[in-house]
């Protein structure tokens, strides 16, 4: 019968031994085999494609250009003010890019939240379409409309508003333009995501306890969306850091950022080695940035933040 | 004293409103006068326009016209900020961000309450709805009676002159909603703020109420206290809406009325001719040890269907000669369970003149 076969045997392990403990342990450790097995693949290409590059990466940043084992290529960051410079470069670029997406992208991300539903996604599509867009192609649209003889300087100086053409490409102020539009979305749509999960009910309980529309979007709205801001941030501010075309174009070789290094280190020096180690830089500041900003928004959740 | 009775309670007095979306009129014509210090609930189905009612009162909907005032300040323009008006919202509404001291202070900083006091008060919101110490607790930290206790505090630690409740107890289960609406109705007694309350719960709005205005298509059907209304309802929708009721067409000659060959009395002085409905509540009805006619009472001849034993009552449903079913309900007393007929034998059912109510039969 079924029901003795699924018991095997009651009298197994003799008196004061629990009834099939040791079957039901074996069948616990099949089981968590078997899911091992079904995650392989998965591990498999984890290792393949992550575990295995980076520690290749990490292995070539510790020879010279000689061949040797050295620590130079991390000595180098110290001893030549070049690279320092390119680091600060970077970091500057990145503060400055996101703090304009925050800038541009919370008041159109509100007035997405805040629109019906139909022109909400309409207007969504018009922050989604250039992303879908080349970035190469929309950076030289830029250098088209930037530039010294571009569609704005030829503009403002028939207007007669500026009678020299401003420098708005080949510098900073053309790569923050570049990659503030390229990356905006990035900001947009999770702060949109965020925004559109705040209860109308609560903004009304603020205006019905006597807070005014500014209140009520100061001490309510804007601390619930303070989730979906972060999270914009982080990824606007980890691109950043590791972009490349549009600096590298709309920046007139004035603007070096760390991507940029990279590339000239290999390509034009070939120098895999600083290169390498030039990568593991980036890794490891953008990894260490994401930390910090996981354990400030661990913190606040574990405070008085936390969303339902 | 702080959140005591509140002296200055205030009646509202809603005129001619209208309210419509787009080409859909919403309310029509609405006029409704609350008393100061009245427990009063907007009962009826959804689509019934109580909740938007409920808004216009609050400020979060701009009605087409009308007018509203609270004592004598006219308050349809000024905005939802201003109108001092407590309210608990159905999902309650609280702010996840802020945990339950901050929940119910929030109103107090609005106003520009001293910290000291504002402590002072919150603490006394929380003794009020039996939170002690969860000050500092976060919103989801908290079971939903207890969700629903903070957003009551909320609403009245301000001390309104009116409490507006829509829907507030529906997302709690059976039990602990009883336990509420007791609760609810004892806070409005000690604090005695003019409350709106809005429910599709008859039960609830017959429990808790000083007054009901029954409302449908966007009219009020009927403004009357619990028992007045549960007793002679004056449409078939009323009938219909709070508690349960058969419904037997009759027609009206010369004064009199009849059902079939019979002759129906009734308390009320019958209506001068027409077709009526006559509304016969369950627990009205009586099963007759015999079929003599007696003085005030209303005799049916039936064929019992079906018994149904629920421990404390019983359900009898009966088919009228004209095929038409009736239900009565009774309770399990030995005399009455003795001389229980059988299902498919003949019945008579009694039901008093001043328990038959009559209907318009339209709608």
Redesign the interface.
């Given at each position: 019968m079924s029901a003795q076969s699924v018991l095997l045997n009651e009298t197994a392990g003799g008196p004061g031994r629990d009834l099939n403990a040791q079957a039901l342990r074996a069948d616990a450790r099949r089981e968590q085999l078997r899911l091992l097995a079904l995650l392989s693949p998965s591990l498999f290409l984890v290792f393949a494609i992550i575990i295995v590059p980076i520690g290749w990466l990490f292995w070539l940043s510790l020879f010279d250009e000689a061949g040797a084992f050295s620590a130079a290529n991390y000595a180098r960051f110290f001893e030549q003010a070049s690279y320092i410079k390119t680091f600060v470069t970077t970091f500057k670029v990145a503060f400055i890019v996101t703090g304009a997406c925050v800038l541009l992208g919370y008041p159109l991300a509100y007035m997405l939240s805040q629109l019906p539903r139909r022109a909400a996604s309409i207007c969504l599509i018009f922050v989604i379409l250039p992303f879908w867009t080349s970035v190469l192609v929309r950076t030289y649209a830029w250098l088209v409309i930037l530039q010294r003889k571009g569609l704005i300087n030829s503009w403002l100086i028939d207007l007669g508003v500026i009678s020299q053409p401003l420098s708005l490409a080949n510098n900073l102020s053309g790569v923050v333009i570049g990659m503030t539009h390229i990356l905006l979305p990035f900001l947009v749509l999770p702060l949109y995501a965020s925004m559109k999960t705040i209860d109308t009910d609560c903004l009304r309980a603020g205006m019905n306890l006597g807070a005014g529309p500014v209140a009520t979007f100061r001490q309510i709205f804007f601390p619930l969306s303070l989730p979906g801001l972060a999270s914009g941030v982080v990824i606007v501010f980890v691109l950043c850091l590791g972009f490349f075309v549009t600096p590298a174009l709309m920046g007139g070789g004035k603007v070096i950022m760390w991507a940029m290094r990279m590339e000239q280190t290999t390509s034009l020096y070939s120098n895999w080695g600083a290169g390498a180690a030039l990568g593991v830089v980036l890794l490891v500041v953008t990894l260490a940035l994401l930390g910090l900003f996981q354990w400030l928004l661990g913190a606040r959740a574990t405070g008085v933040w936390s969303s339902r | 004293m702080i959140l005591s009775i509140a002296p200055s309670a205030l009646p509202i007095g809603m005129r001619r409103i209208e309210k419509r979306f787009g080409s859909v009129s919403v309310l029509r014509d609405l006029n409704l006068d609350v008393e100061a210090g009245e427990f009063l609930t907007l009962l009826g189905p959804s689509g019934s326009g109580k909740t938007t009612l409920l808004m216009i009162l609050?400020?979060?909907v701009r009605a087409n016209a009308g007018s509203i005032r609270v004592g004598d300040d006219e308050i349809i323009t000024t905005?939802?900020?201003?109108?001092?008006?407590?309210?608990v919202?159905?999902?309650y509404?609280?702010?996840?961000?802020?945990?339950v001291f901050?929940n119910i202070a929030?109103?107090l900083k609005?106003?520009g309450v001293a910290a000291a006091e504002t402590a002072e008060r919150v603490e006394k919101a929380l003794d009020l709805v039996k939170l002690q110490g969860l000050g500092e607790r976060?919103?989801?930290q908290l079971s939903g009676g207890q969700r629903q206790r903070v957003a009551l505090a909320?609403?009245i630690v301000?001390e309104p002159r009116i409490v507006l409740m829509d829907e507030p107890l529906s997302a709690l289960d059976k039990g602990l909603r009883e336990h509420m609406q007791i609760e609810l109705r004892a806070l409005h007694r000690r604090l005695g703020m003019t409350t709106v309350y809005v429910t599709h719960d008859q039960r609830e709005a017959i429990t808790m109420s000083d007054r009901i205005a029954v409302m449908n298509g966007g009219r009020i059907e009927q403004l009357d206290k619990p028992e007045t209304l549960y007793a002679t309802p004056r449409t078939r929708f009323v009938a219909g809406f709070i508690g349960e009721s058969n419904f037997i067409p009759v027609e009206c000659r010369n004064g009199s009325v009849w059902y079939e060959d019979r002759r129906i009395h009734t308390a009320a002085p019958a209506p001068a001719s027409g077709l009526h409905l006559m509304v016969v509540r369950p627990e009205k009805l009586r099963l007759l040890a015999n079929a003599e006619p007696q003085s005030g009472v209303n005799v049916l001849d039936a064929t019992l269907s079906d018994i149904i034993y629920q421990g404390d009552s019983f359900v009898c449903y009966a088919a009228l000669r004209d095929g038409r079913q009736l239900t009565l309900r009774d309770y399990c007393r030995s005399d009455v369970l003795a001389r229980m007929p059988a299902p498919g034998q003949p019945i008579s059912l009694g039901l008093d003149a001043q328990d038959t109510i009559l209907v318009a039969a339209e709608r």
């Amino acid at each position: 019968m079924s029901a003795q076969s699924v018991l095997l045997n009651e009298t197994a392990g003799g008196p004061g031994r629990d009834l099939n403990a040791q079957a039901l342990r074996a069948d616990a450790r099949r089981e968590q085999l078997r899911l091992l097995a079904l995650l392989s693949p998965s591990l498999f290409l984890v290792f393949a494609i992550i575990i295995v590059p980076i520690g290749w990466l990490f292995w070539l940043s510790l020879f010279d250009e000689a061949g040797a084992f050295s620590a130079a290529n991390y000595a180098r960051f110290f001893e030549q003010a070049s690279y320092i410079k390119t680091f600060v470069t970077t970091f500057k670029v990145a503060f400055i890019v996101t703090g304009a997406c925050v800038l541009l992208g919370y008041p159109l991300a509100y007035m997405l939240s805040q629109l019906p539903r139909r022109a909400a996604s309409i207007c969504l599509i018009f922050v989604i379409l250039p992303f879908w867009t080349s970035v190469l192609v929309r950076t030289y649209a830029w250098l088209v409309i930037l530039q010294r003889k571009g569609l704005i300087n030829s503009w403002l100086i028939d207007l007669g508003v500026i009678s020299q053409p401003l420098s708005l490409a080949n510098n900073l102020s053309g790569v923050v333009i570049g990659m503030t539009h390229i990356l905006l979305p990035f900001l947009v749509l999770p702060l949109y995501a965020s925004m559109k999960t705040i209860d109308t009910d609560c903004l009304r309980a603020g205006m019905n306890l006597g807070a005014g529309p500014v209140a009520t979007f100061r001490q309510i709205f804007f601390p619930l969306s303070l989730p979906g801001l972060a999270s914009g941030v982080v990824i606007v501010f980890v691109l950043c850091l590791g972009f490349f075309v549009t600096p590298a174009l709309m920046g007139g070789g004035k603007v070096i950022m760390w991507a940029m290094r990279m590339e000239q280190t290999t390509s034009l020096y070939s120098n895999w080695g600083a290169g390498a180690a030039l990568g593991v830089v980036l890794l490891v500041v953008t990894l260490a940035l994401l930390g910090l900003f996981q354990w400030l928004l661990g913190a606040r959740a574990t405070g008085v933040w936390s969303s339902r | 004293m702080i959140l005591s009775i509140a002296p200055s309670a205030l009646p509202i007095g809603m005129r001619r409103i209208e309210k419509r979306f787009g080409s859909v009129s919403v309310l029509r014509d609405l006029n409704l006068d609350v008393e100061a210090g009245e427990f009063l609930t907007l009962l009826g189905p959804s689509g019934s326009g109580k909740t938007t009612l409920l808004m216009i009162l609050a400020g979060f909907v701009r009605a087409n016209a009308g007018s509203i005032r609270v004592g004598d300040d006219e308050i349809i323009t000024t905005p939802p900020h201003k109108r001092n008006i407590g309210m608990v919202f159905q999902n309650y509404a609280l702010f996840p961000h802020m945990n339950v001291f901050h929940n119910i202070a929030f109103p107090l900083k609005q106003r520009g309450v001293a910290a000291a006091e504002t402590a002072e008060r919150v603490e006394k919101a929380l003794d009020l709805v039996k939170l002690q110490g969860l000050g500092e607790r976060r919103v989801d930290q908290l079971s939903g009676g207890q969700r629903q206790r903070v957003a009551l505090a909320r609403a009245i630690v301000f001390e309104p002159r009116i409490v507006l409740m829509d829907e507030p107890l529906s997302a709690l289960d059976k039990g602990l909603r009883e336990h509420m609406q007791i609760e609810l109705r004892a806070l409005h007694r000690r604090l005695g703020m003019t409350t709106v309350y809005v429910t599709h719960d008859q039960r609830e709005a017959i429990t808790m109420s000083d007054r009901i205005a029954v409302m449908n298509g966007g009219r009020i059907e009927q403004l009357d206290k619990p028992e007045t209304l549960y007793a002679t309802p004056r449409t078939r929708f009323v009938a219909g809406f709070i508690g349960e009721s058969n419904f037997i067409p009759v027609e009206c000659r010369n004064g009199s009325v009849w059902y079939e060959d019979r002759r129906i009395h009734t308390a009320a002085p019958a209506p001068a001719s027409g077709l009526h409905l006559m509304v016969v509540r369950p627990e009205k009805l009586r099963l007759l040890a015999n079929a003599e006619p007696q003085s005030g009472v209303n005799v049916l001849d039936a064929t019992l269907s079906d018994i149904i034993y629920q421990g404390d009552s019983f359900v009898c449903y009966a088919a009228l000669r004209d095929g038409r079913q009736l239900t009565l309900r009774d309770y399990c007393r030995s005399d009455v369970l003795a001389r229980m007929p059988a299902p498919g034998q003949p019945i008579s059912l009694g039901l008093d003149a001043q328990d038959t109510i009559l209907v318009a039969a339209e709608r």
